[in-house]
């Protein structure tokens, strides 16, 4: 059994590349609520004091593109009107048109080669589950949200005063075999007000955050580093560009499991880089949860407007019966993109609780929910 270390990082809700994941599913929200038929691919950029929207919406909702940016800036916590990214003050400028006819009509179940609702593109989606948490999650990337989460709760809780919307951690874990041991290293990056000093912010990392946010995980021996270059006072996107869809790891699985590439936020269902990934993940869990593995990956690839994907692959990496388990994941899962959506319930405005600290290991959604799985 080999000895090793794994790194995980997180970034916070005011990340530059989280405010503009926040913005997206914001607006992707805002039309499944009027429309649940709405096609939404939404990008969105942030610099400075401007948020540039682009993508393509086709939808009977009826937007306030600018009410819907300001109300999701403001939920973040940018608001200082001295700054040069603040609710109240940003300029938006919007280039969205509507889909391409050519997708939807892939897309569409009337008008589809294939007679059922075809997947809005093609590409490959990975799911991870693993019995090394009580989440199914690798505890990494589980305990690197933990961290960024806690210090999102004690700034809008008014606990700490210095704490400003930007940061990011890490956190290494050491493994024998299978097993993880200890955690050896964490790292802390925080945006801060300038009256916090380095030593200060320390302090409420090593006795307070640390210790209540990682448990047993925690311990007084592991390697600290906060806010490593000495301060970080000007963060978020006064001081960084933002895009949508760049920390695709960090809504993941932190590196331990395979990503196909392609980006969450922004788009609805009928995109399987979002709706499948989550479906991959709601299988793995169930290999997991039936215990015919400890970890278990799902792929699943698929071809632009054809609904049946082209290839489904189950890896257990020699932790239990993998053909157990490929038997089970073909017999009782669809992977359609419409049977995908209806199982899951996906037509639904609940795409902003999901756009920070992990689209994985989290109660309340549903591909995380526990569902007992029959065989078709």
């Known amino acids: 059994m080999s000895r090793f270390t794994f790194t995980s990082e997180s970034v916070s809700e005011g990340h530059p590349d989280k405010v503009c994941d926040y913005i997206s599913d914001s607006i992707l929200d805002a039309c499944l609520a009027q429309d649940t038929k709405s096609r939404v691919a939404c990008e969105t950029l942030v610099k400075s004091d401007t948020v540039v929207l682009a993508g393509e919406i086709t939808t009977n909702a009826t937007l306030d593109y600018d009410k819907i940016v300001r109300q999701a800036v403001k939920e973040i916590g940018y608001t200082d009107p001295t700054e040069p990214f603040c609710d109240t003050t940003l300029k938006l400028i919007s280039l969205i048109t509507r889909q391409s006819n050519e997708i939807s009509q892939g897309v569409t179940e009337a008008t589809s080669q294939s007679g059922d609702q075809g997947a809005g593109d093609q590409g490959i989606m990975f799911g991870y589950a693993t019995d090394e948490s009580p989440e199914m999650m690798p505890l990494p990337i589980l305990l690197a949200h933990k961290l960024t989460k806690g210090m999102a709760d004690d700034r809008k809780a008014g606990k700490v005063d210095f704490l400003r919307p930007d940061s990011k951690s890490q956190v290494s874990l050491t493994y024998d075999g299978n097993d993880p041991k200890e955690v050896t290293a964490v790292v802390i990056s925080t945006q801060h007000s300038p009256a916090a000093d380095q030593k200060r912010i320390t302090a409420y990392v090593r006795e307070d955050l640390g210790p209540r946010t990682l448990g047993q995980w ?159």
């Open 218 to 376: 925690w311990n007084n021996n592991l390697t600290l580093y906060v806010n490593p270059t000495g301060s970080f006072i000007h963060g978020g996107p006064s001081a960084d560009a933002g895009v949508t869809g760049r920390k695709i790891i960090v809504d993941s699985y932190g590196g331990w499991g395979r990503h196909g590439g392609g980006a969450f936020s922004g788009k609805d269902p009928s995109k399987v880089d979002r709706s499948s990934a989550y479906f991959c993940r709601y299988v793995a869990k169930q290999v997991v949860a039936a215990g015919i593995a400890k970890k278990a990956e799902i792929q699943v690839g698929y071809a632009i407007g054809m609904a049946k994907p082209v290839s489904v692959k189950v890896d257990t990496f020699h932790t239990g019966d993998e053909r157990a388990a490929a038997e089970f994941v073909m017999n009782a899962f669809d992977f359609r993109p419409r049977a995908i959506i209806e199982t899951l319930n996906l037509l639904r405005p609940i795409y902003r609780q999901t756009t920070n600290y992990g689209h994985f290991g989290r109660t309340g959604l549903p591909w995380e929910e526990p569902v007992a799985v029959a065989a078709k």
